[in-house]
């Protein structure tokens, strides 16, 4: 038995270290399979007044749904008339524009009729808001590419019915540039979905490729020598940074971001139901310790303090805005962001309480907490900002109804309290054929220099012709560039500050590796070691190591359901897990591993090797943490349940070991000593109870994620996927039975 034990950790030593050499293989074969395709240009001039600021609208999430009417409603009653007040330069819908799920929410790919109806709402709300169709823009998002084999293909619903289709902007990356006058504003639009469309779960993240990264460079650049004055750049895309992978060498969207120091880049995918606060402010990593790849612990990066260089010379700051927004499937969220001489900012309306019969967008001075950039306190201590923008106050005012009066309210909370320090009316600037309304109010500017961020807060108050009075919420503004200090709430940090793509290696080997020691340490102290962990040394010296010695230690006592557990994670590791459909029109299946799927897709059968990962996450690390792991430790709970049972029952009979067996629970209980057996065994059985209440808990957790898994991916669990669906069960009734009291 000994030998057999030897040779089994030396065989697993062996396939643990083949598993550590083909690892780089895997890497080695993943290829570039995005297909070559061209970007679209294009220029449009902003006509009448005021030059000096432009606003475009954002909308992001539509989530067009059969099975949820109420969203195109709503969104073909109150859109139209929102964008006929605002009047926007340009209209982005950042993805999902349909939900592509079946009622339960488990099947997940395209279906036609949502994207008629997709369709039909927007030319609706083309012709009723009266704004040209050309200034909509609308990217593909990842439920928009559910189940797609093939851009272009049958299935690609996206590029019929989408405005971007219907123009022929076809390419992964378009681009408009606004120009007012002599000064330009690019806004480029990037589309990061899978090149070849898995079915959800496992289509989460934004896949840049090098091919995509080097033409979004080049958009990026394209008046940078043609431009005589700055041009204020803004990127926008469906995923957060924090939900796209990196390319084949490495590079990633905010590597070319920060080349080019956008004003911002913004994005949908998350909603709000994680939080409020998903914004991000991204500094150049070389000024960073290398934990910044995997974590950003707070919305702002700080550099470090450091001598300020106010040569023209200097090479500028590195630095971005990333700001994610809500959602119109559930928040029914607009976003209106302006350029306003340099200055980027954005106000996000709520429509879940009706239509806005006004709206009061401050443009300057910008909000401390998320707008303020490093490069404004460098510039504004250098003196090198232009001192015309700082002169005013600004705020664009949008109303059904004609304004009769507009104020701006500055508090001071130096002292604990909001006392009002100015309060002055503002003047519309005068235009015969003005986009918007434009009202400001002259200020000493300098009187508000102040090292905290948040002393000042601005608030600005407009009335119509009705009486009807509107006030923007408080907020605080450092005219010096400073930032106010906010902080991520968990859930916010979970989906913003941690880089997923860049961990999901790191923890998948780290909970493999863990697995696999909690298994291989106590076996081999058993072979190895004089130092048993047992009950009695337990009682002993109690502590976490020695109670969790012993539970493991005891599980090594059931060999096979030990066998079964080692033999289960190697199959996790060396196998597919299972074999589903993953595209919408069936077809042959793919099967998926830890490292992604491996598919053939429906027009050229060619095979893809691994594609989406991390998005495979969202099945693999929740299987290894919430039912691997607490599997190994209840099992060994049971076992070291029945090794307590044991010892109790021969130190109270005075019985041998060897008779342990062949006597049954009521020889105990009626003896001489019944009541105190009876104690014992009453409290040893709630124990067992708890723990197969815990047993049943990690089977139904596990059974619900396979009938999600059988109804995403149309799969029979005894012929696609038995050893995933069926391991883990079989072993906790083999235990269960195992450590049964005779």
């Not at 041009?231 to 070319?256: C, M, R």
């Not at 009002?420 to 235009?431: L, R």
Request: glycine content about 6%.
């Amino acid at each position: 038995m000994i030998v057999v034990g030897n040779m089994g950790i030396l065989v697993f030593i062996l396939l643990l270290f083949l598993v550590c050499l083909k690892l780089p293989t895997y890497y080695a074969q993943e290829k570039d399979h995005t297909s070559s395709f061209s970007s679209h240009r294009a220029v449009i001039d902003v006509k009448d007044g005021p030059e000096s600021v432009v606003w475009v609208v954002q909308l992001s999430d539509l989530h067009f749904s059969v099975h949820h009417p109420d969203r195109a409603i709503d969104f073909k009653n109150l859109v139209p008339p929102a964008l006929s007040m605002i009047s926007p330069s340009l209209v982005l819908i950042t993805g999902d524009l349909t939900d592509g799920k079946s009622k339960d929410l488990l099947l997940m790919k395209q279906n036609e009729g949502e994207w008629v109806e997709y369709k039909n709402v927007m030319e609706d709300v083309v012709q009723k808001s009266g704004l040209d169709k050309n200034i909509f823009y609308d990217l593909r998002g990842n439920h928009d590419n559910f189940g797609v084999p093939v851009v272009g293909g049958s299935f690609d619903f996206y590029s019929k019915y989408s405005i971007n289709g219907q123009f022929a902007r076809s390419g992964h990356v378009n681009s408009v540039t606004l120009q007012a006058g002599e000064q330009k504003y690019l806004f480029v639009g990037l589309d990061t979905t899978m090149s070849v469309g898995l079915r959800g779960p496992t289509n989460l993240f934004g896949h840049p490729t090098d091919q995509l990264l080097t033409q979004i460079d080049s958009e990026l650049s394209q008046w940078d020598s043609q431009s005589p004055k700055p041009v204020s750049k803004i990127s926008f895309g469906h995923f957060p940074l924090s939900f796209s992978a990196s390319s084949q060498s490495g590079k990633t969207l905010k590597d070319i971001f920060l080349k080019h120091s956008l004003s911002a880049y913004v994005c949908g995918h998350l909603h709000t139901s994680f939080g409020k606060n998903l914004k991000r402010h991204h500094l150049s990593s070389h000024l960073f310790l290398s934990s910044q790849k995997f974590f950003q612990f707070n919305v702002h990066q700080i550099p470090s303090e450091g001598g300020k260089n106010c040569s023209f010379g200097a090479p500028p700051v590195e630095e971005f805005w990333e700001w994610e927004m809500g959602d119109w499937r559930k928040s029914r969220a607009m976003r209106i962001l302006a350029i306003d001489r340099g200055h980027v900012s954005f106000a996000d309306i709520d429509f879940k309480s009706g239509s806005k019969k006004t709206i009061i967008f401050p443009t300057f001075p910008l909000d401390s907490r998320f707008m303020s950039k490093s490069s404004s306190n460098h510039e504004y201590e250098c003196e090198h900002m232009l001192p015309s923008s700082y002169e005013t106050v600004r705020a664009l005012v949008f109303s059904v109804s004609p304004i009769v009066s507009v104020a701006a309210k500055i508090y001071d909370s130096r002292y604990g309290n909001l006392d009002i320090v100015m309060d002055a009316p503002m003047t519309k600037y005068v235009d015969t054929s003005s986009r918007g309304e434009l009202y400001s109010v002259p200020w000493n500017y300098k009187a508000f220099e102040d090292p905290s961020a948040d002393r000042f807060w601005l608030q600005i108050e407009a009335t119509d012709i009705m009486g009807r009075t509107t006030m923007t919420e408080l907020r605080p503004f450092s005219i010096n560039g400073l930032h106010a200090k906010i902080s991520w709430t968990w859930n916010e940090f979970f989906v913003m500050g941690c880089q997923w793509a860049s961990l999901y290696y790191p923890i998948i080997w780290l909970a493999l590796y863990f697995l696999l020691l909690l298994l291989l340490i106590p076996r081999a102290f058993l072979f190895f070691s004089r130092k048993q962990y047992t009950y009695k040394n337990f009682l002993t010296a109690k502590g976490l190591i020695n109670g969790l010695g012993w539970v493991l230690q005891e599980l090594c006592g059931v060999p096979i359901a030990w066998f079964g557990f080692l033999g289960y994670l190697f199959n996790l590791i060396l196998f597919p897990w299972f074999a589903g459909q993953v595209f919408t029109d069936g077809g042959d299946r793919g099967y998926m591993t830890y490292m992604g799927w491996v598919v053939k897709s429906s027009n050229n059968k060619k095979n893809h090797d691994y594609i989406g990962s991390p998005d495979i996450m969202v099945v693999v690390l929740p299987h290894l943490i919430f039912v691997v792991l607490p599997a190994i430790f209840f099992t060994g709970a049971l076992a070291a349940e029945k090794a307590v049972h044991r010892d109790k029952f021969l130190s109270i009979s005075g019985k041998k070991e060897d008779d342990y067996n062949r006597l049954n629970k009521r020889s105990l209980r009626y003896d001489s000593r019944g009541s105190r057996r009876s104690k014992f065994h009453f409290g040893g059985k709630w124990i067992r109870s708890i723990l197969l209440v815990l047993c049943f808990a990690i089977c139904w957790k596990h059974f619900k994620n396979c009938r999600a898994l059988m109804k995403a991916y149309e799969m029979n669990p005894l012929l696609h996927f038995p050893v995933y669906s069926l391991g883990i069960p079989l072993l906790l009734v083999y235990v269960i039975y195992k450590t049964r009291r005779d």
